[in-house]
């Protein structure tokens, strides 16, 4: 059993950063992939941002690409994603998630069994 507690959301202005954590329970968070979602009003939920469990590699949506970044501390079990140049279509929940997806499936939602609760991200213009 993982549990993940997301932190570091809130509020911030176009062009700002934010630097979101996932803290996550349980001794096999060193093994498992870590990945970032995120679910605007209205919209589904979409990939943002992945980890192998090494560390070594990581995937981006297109849209974050150049202005996100994802890492993680095995030995605090944690994972973090550093939002910079924040646009007002960022604006959503963010959740993290745990899981073993395969090659090419690093995106996709259905390779995470772990999810946390999320954390609210707004960006105002």
């Known amino acids: 059993q993982v549990q993940l507690v997301e932190s570091g959301g809130g509020l911030v202005q176009a062009g700002g950063s934010l630097r979101l954590s996932c803290a996550a329970s349980g001794r096999t968070f060193s093994r498992r992939a870590m990945a970032w979602f995120r679910q605007a009003p209205g919209k589904e939920r979409e990939f943002v941002s992945a980890?192998?469990?090494?560390?070594?590699?990581?995937y981006y949506a297109d849209s974050v690409k150049g202005r996100f970044t994802i890492s993680r501390d095995n030995g605090k079990n944690t994972v973090y994603l550093q939002m910079n140049s924040l646009k007002p279509e960022d604006t959503a929940v963010y959740y993290c998630?745990?899981?073993?997806?395969?090659?090419?499936?690093?995106?996709?939602?259905?390779?995470?069994?772990?999810w946390g609760q999320g954390t609210q991200v707004t960006v105002s213009s």
């Open positions: 980890i192998r469990s090494s560390g070594i590699s990581t």
């Open positions: 998630a745990a899981g073993y997806p395969t090659v090419g499936t690093y995106d996709a939602s259905y390779e995470y069994e772990y």
